[in-house]
């Protein structure tokens, strides 16, 4: 299958909410399997931001009123579009990010699964809530959910499908407006999919895409947006955070993580070196939730360490448009310079390659071989530091206690993979875990597939989370009608304010036994 089509790219640039595209500087984006130019887009600035608000809030007041029902039908819509046009959405993602065809469809799936489950559970998550009042029968108390009005979304490069528009339809349906930015590497990807929202017959200013770079867009966004969604570095996380801080706005981010493995010695080695590959190579390892340190009971660690490598050598890369190679590209030299610089690091001071360790530039110029390391200690850079690229260390361990504590020996804790003799053993080492999410016997996508449930970091891997409940009502601001009836709380005819104050605990207490709400 060919990368899209000069007119395909055409036809969604002209879907970027840019005020005069003309007037703009333009930036070239490249098929990353080549490095040539394939389009360009218009940068944004701070000017095409605060427009896009303007709008983004008239609009919204008109979504919000469309009841929920209303606005779920037009995912429903979205969601049948995004299944006919699933080949080309994997064709904009691996052409604009170099990724396995695999990979490309994780993206899609991801889309289709959040848009399935908050169709199905947002009429009732939305929903006025009747509670426990302060007196019973005597007090009715209501919880109503409001959209926040326009949401801002920063999405990065590695899943730019995923991280831009799965985490924008749950606030869309909540009643939200939302504007976006894609990564400047990445832009088609949000746009491909913000067209078949428009078809499905999502209103234009509810949801914007406004590309450029993160210093003028992204601040823009911060400065005018009622709630802020965020995936990438730690680092910039915490700047975005306080700045979120400073307006009194939510924000809710996905950060870093330098993801564990535990492997016992009754696990299945052989199904544990074939999953690896995938829970530590999918998307070459740019993926915030993958796997970049394993730890092996010593009693099998050379025979796990022999099986994963031959499975680690046995993978096939390459940069075609179909289900043929195992992994894909590295997005940019940027990454290729990281994930060889910690390499070489390690190899300087001691370390062993088990597999891989080059960059291919006889496959294209951003490839880099999968790479397995033993030997890694703690002054060597990939030791600690995420190297965000296809690159892991394995730890023989005397014990599943020496196991746990390394795992949580991190600043990070977003997603952690278990593989034990048996599963009920691998569900108690799981919950000695500081992560967010664990996955027990797979690498990472049966946690982040499960939308009904929670996914999110803990320490600095990341604040709040997406799917689930909290998925959807984080981008809501909770109202309390409490309504009494009967009687208020002032003292009854006849009765003194001192006798009422002095009987009301005791009044209370026999109030609060009553049935009913």
């Known amino acids: 299958?060919?990368?899209?089509?000069?007119?395909?790219?055409?036809r969604m640039r002209g879907l970027a909410a840019i005020e005069d595209p003309a007037a703009r500087q333009s930036r070239s984006v490249e098929e990353v399997f080549t490095g040539k130019e394939i389009a360009t887009i218009p940068v944004g600035t701070a000017e095409d931001v605060t427009a896009a608000f303007a709008k983004a809030r008239a609009a919204q007041e008109r979504w919000a009123k469309l009841p929920v029902r209303d606005r779920v039908a037009v995912f429903e819509r979205f969601r049948e579009l995004v299944v006919a046009k699933r080949e080309?959405?994997?064709?904009?993602?691996?052409?604009?990010?170099?990724?396995?065809?695999?990979a490309a469809q994780e993206e899609v799936v991801d889309v289709l699964l959040n848009t399935r489950y908050y169709a199905r559970?947002?009429?009732k998550l939305l929903g006025s809530k009747r509670v426990?009042?302060?007196?019973?029968?005597?007090?009715?108390?209501?919880?109503?959910?409001?959209?926040?009005?326009?949401?801002?979304?920063?999405?990065?490069?590695?899943?730019?499908?995923?991280?831009s528009i799965s985490d924008s339809i749950p606030a869309l349906i909540a009643g939200n407006a939302v504007v976006v930015k894609p990564d400047s590497q990445t832009p088609y990807c949000t746009l491909a999919c913000a067209e078949l929202l428009y078809q499905a017959g999502l209103p234009r200013d509810v949801f914007a895409v406004v590309p450029g770079p993160g210093s003028v867009v992204g601040t823009a966004i911060v400065d005018n947006c009622d709630f802020l969604m965020f995936t990438g570095s730690t680092g910039t996380g915490r700047t975005l955070a306080e700045q979120c801080g400073r307006r009194l706005i939510g924000f809710s981010a996905e950060l870093g993580g330098k993801n564990p493995m535990i492997v016992t010695k009754g696990a299945n080695l052989d199904v544990v070196a074939r999953a690896a590959t995938r829970a530590c190579f999918s998307n070459a390892g740019q993926l915030c939730i993958s796997i970049e340190r394993i730890y092996v009971d010593r009693a099998v660690a050379d025979e796990f360490t022999e099986k994963f490598g031959a499975r680690v050598r046995a993978?096939?890369?390459?940069?075609?448009?179909?289900?043929?190679?195992?992994?894909?590209?590295?997005?940019?030299?940027?990454?290729?310079?990281?994930?060889?610089?910690?390499?070489?690091?390690a190899k300087v001071k001691g370390a062993k390659v088990i597999a891989g360790g080059k960059a291919r530039p006889d496959v294209g110029p951003l490839f880099y071989e999968p790479t397995v390391l033993t030997g890694v200690t703690d002054e060597m850079e990939c030791a600690r530091n995420e190297t965000f690229g296809p690159l892991v260390s394995i730890y023989p361990v005397d014990s599943v206690d020496e196991a746990i504590d390394r795992a949580n020996d991190t600043e990070y804790g977003l997603n952690a993979s278990v593989w034990a003799g048996s599963k009920a053993e691998g569900e108690a080492i799981a919950a000695r875990l500081r992560s967010g999410t664990v996955n027990v016997d797979e690498g990472y996508a049966p946690a982040f597939g499960s939308t009904a449930a929670p996914m999110g970091g803990m320490k600095a891997s990341g604040v709040g989370r997406r799917h689930g409940p909290d998925g959807l009502l984080k981008y809501t601001e909770s109202q309390t009608v409490a309504t009494s009836r009967v009687m208020t709380l002032d003292p009854p005819k006849g009765v003194s304010q001192n006798v009422w104050q002095r009987s009301f605990v005791p009044l209370f207490r026999v109030v609060q036994r009553l049935p009913g709400r």
């Open 1 to 10: 299958m060919p990368a899209p089509s000069a007119a395909d790219f055409a």
């Open 88 to 102: 080309f959405l994997m064709n904009v993602a691996q052409a604009e990010t170099g990724k396995a065809r695999a």
């Open 121 to 123: 559970t947002a009429p």
């Open 132 to 163: 426990q009042g302060l007196l019973p029968s005597l007090t009715k108390a209501v919880v109503n959910y409001h959209p926040k009005g326009v949401v801002g979304v920063i999405s990065p490069w590695n899943y730019p499908i995923t991280l």
């Open 315 to 345: 993978m096939k890369l390459g940069a075609g448009y179909d289900f043929a190679a195992d992994m894909g590209s590295l997005i940019s030299e940027d990454q290729v310079k990281t994930v060889s610089g910690h390499v070489d690091d």
